[in-house]
């Protein structure tokens, strides 16, 4: 009895039994890992912005909603349908940078619908690859700005400066060599990010024409026609996933901040709010993360919300910014 346990003990311990077992052991254990214990289908999430102009509240809440897209785990791609003739500069600016940060965690395909000018379009060129329809209004590189400073020159005699452009932020002839660095800045980031795609030179680029998306494809301004349903497939096969869920990030953010981070649905410059009755900004989210106070937004105009003035006693009123990517030929 004893002499066969030992032959059987041999037996089990050979190479031709232990592989197939160990084999067969690990394709256990891969599948309980699979099922239970990995994460879910991947997904491409899809963020819509229709008709936005770029100014500090809609750039928040826009950012709520790319923060979003980089922090879930489960999408690996992002599709964003964007229709904007830009806005502020420095909005406009950090939109790009935002997006960027995204593309460089995950794909960022861009898909540009209606109109997408100036700072729209300088946000577009933080994406892998960008879609246009033929109809689109897409380019209008450049910069518009009003010279001068944030403060009107009629101030008070009791007023004191501590240098002749204090108020004003320089002479004419400084605000007109300030205005053209930032048109040489975007003219660069176009060259740069679109590299030998782009079909044009320099000056031709920086007349700030806006062109039809056929137009902007033949010239290497967009990568190809498409609508969003094509900005999905190129998002997944960028990001290497065959089957995939779509994730609605602007159902998603809503759900998760609500009215602090509201789906984008703007009029033309401003954030429309769906509930006007703030929830207690004490509590934290359901996942035990950051306040929702955290992504209060003090700017006039954003999120139902109130600028406070900290120079209430000063006798000038400070105005809005006065340099924009925007496109001002709409509607004339």
Do not use: C
């Not at 997006?99 to 577009?124: C, H, Q, W």
């Amino acid at each position: 009895m004893i002499e066969k346990l030992n032959i059987l003990g041999r037996a089990a311990s050979s190479w031709y039994v232990a592989g197939p077992a160990a084999v067969i052991l690990g394709l256990v254990i891969g599948g309980v890992v699979f099922f239970f214990v990995a994460p879910g289908k991947p997904s491409v999430g899809v963020i819509n912005i229709p008709f936005t102009v770029i100014d500090e509240g809609s750039a928040f809440v826009i950012g709520r909603h790319l923060d979003y897209a980089m922090q879930d785990d489960s999408i690996k791609a992002v599709v964003i349908s964007l229709s904007s003739p830009g806005g502020g500069a420095s909005s406009s600016e950090r939109l790009y940078i935002h997006t960027r940060r995204l593309r460089d965690e995950k794909p960022v395909v861009i898909v540009m619908n209606g109109l997408v000018a100036s700072g729209g379009y300088m946000m577009s060129m933080a994406s892998n690859y960008t879609y246009a329809q033929p109809s689109s209004l897409v380019g209008n590189v450049g910069v518009v700005g009003i010279s001068g400073g944030p403060l009107p020159p009629i101030f008070p005699e009791i007023t004191t400066t501590t240098g002749p452009h204090k108020l004003t932020g320089g002479s004419r002839q400084h605000w007109v060599s300030l205005i053209d660095r930032l048109k040489e800045g975007f003219a660069q980031m176009v060259i740069r990010e679109r590299g030998d795609r782009l079909k044009m030179t320099k000056a031709e680029l920086l007349e700030g024409n806006i062109y039809s998306g056929s137009q902007a494809v033949s010239l290497g301004m967009v990568d190809a026609i498409g609508v969003t349903g094509d900005g999905v497939e190129k998002a997944a096969e960028l990001a290497g996933i065959g089957r995939y869920n779509i994730t609605d990030v602007n159902a998603a953010v809503f759900e998760k901040y609500g009215w602090r981070a509201q789906l984008v649905r703007f009029s033309p410059g401003e954030i429309t709010a769906d509930n006007d009755r703030a929830p207690d900004a004490s509590k934290s989210d359901q996942d035990g993360e950051v306040s929702e106070d955290h992504y209060r937004q003090p700017l006039m105009g954003a999120l139902g919300q109130e600028q406070v003035n900290p120079l209430s006693e000063f006798p000038v009123e400070i105005g809005q910014p006065n340099i924009y990517y925007l496109y001002a030929g709409y509607g004339r």
